[in-house]
């Protein structure tokens, strides 16, 4: 009895071990990257619109393959479909190390994707497999906090690295990691669902990344091709949403579905994932963008531009289980109107921050009071979300509600960046036609256009004026995000159920990843 008690404690340790290790891999690189940005910008010379290709060509493989991956889990096997996707990760990780060109860089970015979209679904479904239910809570509470510990330090170690040596090792650091998630995995017991569905929704899975690609290409596209190829971009965008009006069609009729529609009749489930769709948007567009007002504008180093939201995910993981009793306490909608609410004060103090000054009289009031929000909200958040379906359907809608949130940081790098772009070329226009510029000295700054505030001139008036342009099209993107923020406090004033529901603590620390 005791040998076994031994072994089962040794195989939950490498369960844990190899879940938190490929876990981390995904989460690193959601955040990592965009710290990198600005110095992918230096070196290939790259426009706006292709460092957001590197980062929406993951986030649309990701959001529009999610649930299939989790499906080929239950079908094929949790672990041989977790160890797969470790392993396509790693694999694009190198490509994405050694690219040449950004165009290199952002399909493999696209393949990383696809691994993530088979990994991130295998680590929570490996670990419920694996534990018992008196003890998956404390195991999913210990993947919880070492994932968002790993969530945290990874910008740190990657803008060292980017400061003292190459972006490329963002994308090396995943490589130690997928070898010890793969060496480890065979001592991990196999687990799959013998009732699972042995179709999967391929329709559905076409239909909705080629919708979402067609809409984000139309978007990131727009402000570089209105006035040349701009038919391409119309084209683009009324095939997306052809595509994703199929998709609805297509899940409506079919027998296995993607997406299970019937989910949405629930006024809470459908109130959760459209608080969802607008809250994380406004988190996603100011991830993406932060990181180049810090480098490009207030000329931090990577290292301390990495280091910025420290505090946030302090705050996230030392009040996570407080916050996940609020529900109980409280009933779902106060805490999901207070918490936006919260959210979008720090927001709005992101564009209230003046050039210059210390981090902790500028920005880290904005990060602590947004990161308090994101607590209150993000835990009975998700509680809602489970505890609007039944049991059995609980695994589908928490994969429903993480997909959403993937999608609205997809939509919103894509909607932001449209909007920074048109903003930066108004202000900039405006002010070089008060200035006596040769046709030339013209052509040179157009011709840069498309680098933003990575676009150096050397002229100083020329350059204050593309500066204070970005920081005005930044301003705008801010504002949308803090009225996004507010808009999910709305909905969940407007939809969602006055009444308490009890917290489950897979609900709490699944919110929390």
Same mark, same amino acid.
């Given at each position: ?52 290709? /590197?980062? &929406? !060509? ?7 393959? @999610?649930?299939?991956? #989790? *499906? =080929?889990?239950?079908? %094929? $096997? ?109 001592? /991990?017991? &196999? !687990? ?7 179709? @999967?929704?391929?329709? #559905? *899975? =076409?239909?909705?990344? %080629? $919708? ?302």
């Amino acid at each position: 009895m005791r040998n076994d008690r031994s072994n089962s404690q040794v195989s939950g340790r490498i369960v844990l071990a190899v879940t938190i290790l490929g876990s981390s891999m995904a989460f690193i690189d959601g955040t990592v990257v965009n710290v990198a940005l600005p110095a992918l910008q230096n070196a290939f010379h790259a426009s706006i619109a292709n460092v957001q290709w /590197v980062v &929406e !060509s993951y986030a649309l493989m990701l959001a529009a393959l @999610l649930l299939v991956g #989790g *499906s =080929l889990g239950d079908m %094929l $096997g949790r672990r041989k479909v977790y160890v797969f996707g470790v392993a396509v990760f790693a694999a694009a990780s190198a490509v994405c190390g050694l690219a040449r060109n950004i165009d290199m860089l952002i399909w493999a970015r696209s393949i990383q994707g696809i691994g993530a979209a088979l990994l991130v679904p295998g680590s929570l479904a490996l670990i419920t497999a694996s534990f018992p239910e008196e003890t998956r809570g404390r195991a999913i509470g210990t993947w919880s906090g070492f994932s968002a510990m790993t969530a945290a330090i990874g910008p740190v170690i990657g803008g060292w690295l980017i400061e003292h040596s190459t972006w490329r090792w963002v994308f090396f650091l995943n490589l130690p990691l997928a070898l010890a998630v793969i060496l480890l995995s065979g001592k /991990v017991p &196999e !687990s799959r669902n013998e009732n699972a569905s042995h179709h @999967l929704d391929w329709p #559905g *899975s =076409l239909l909705v990344t %080629l $919708g979402l690609g067609g809409v984000t290409y139309a978007l990131i596209e727009l402000p570089a091709r209105a006035h040349h190829g701009g038919h391409l971009v119309a084209v683009a965008a009324v095939l997306g949403v052809a595509a994703l009006a199929g998709f609805v069609v297509v899940e409506h009729s079919s027998r296995v579905p993607m997406v299970s529609l019937k989910l949405f009749r629930s006024r809470n489930f459908a109130g959760a994932n459209l608080l969802t769709l607008f809250l994380y948007a406004s988190l996603g567009g100011l991830m993406f963008f932060f990181p180049m007002d810090l480098i490009q504008i207030q000329h931090y180093t990577a290292t301390q531009a990495g280091a910025a939201f420290l505090p946030f995910v302090a705050i996230m993981f030392g009040l996570s289980r407080w916050a996940g009793g609020l529900v109980a306490r409280y009933g779902s909608r106060i805490p999901l109107t207070v918490g936006p609410l919260v959210a979008a004060c720090g927001i709005a103090f992101f564009a209230m921050v003046p050039h210059g000054g210390s981090y902790w009289s500028t920005f880290f009031p904005a990060v602590v009071v947004m990161g308090l929000g994101m607590t209150i909200s993000v835990a009975p958040l998700t509680t809602t979300v489970m505890n609007a379906v039944s049991g059995t359907e609980s695994g589908l809608a928490s994969g429903i509600n993480n997909a959403v949130s993937r999608l609205a940081a997809l939509l919103a790098v894509a909607v932001f960046g449209a909007v920074l772009v048109t903003v930066f070329n108004h202000s900039l226009d405006q002010s070089l036609n008060q200035l006596a510029l040769t046709p030339d000295a013209r052509a040179q700054i157009d011709a840069a256009r498309p680098l933003l505030a990575a676009a150096h001139n050397p002229n100083p008036i020329v350059q204050r004026a593309i500066t204070e342009s970005f920081v005005s099209g930044y301003h705008s993107v801010i504002w949308i995000a803090t009225g996004l923020a507010a808009l999910s406090a709305i909905t969940a004033w407007l939809l969602i159920e006055s009444g308490a529901a009890s917290a489950t603590t897979h609900a709490e620390q699944e919110g929390l990843a």
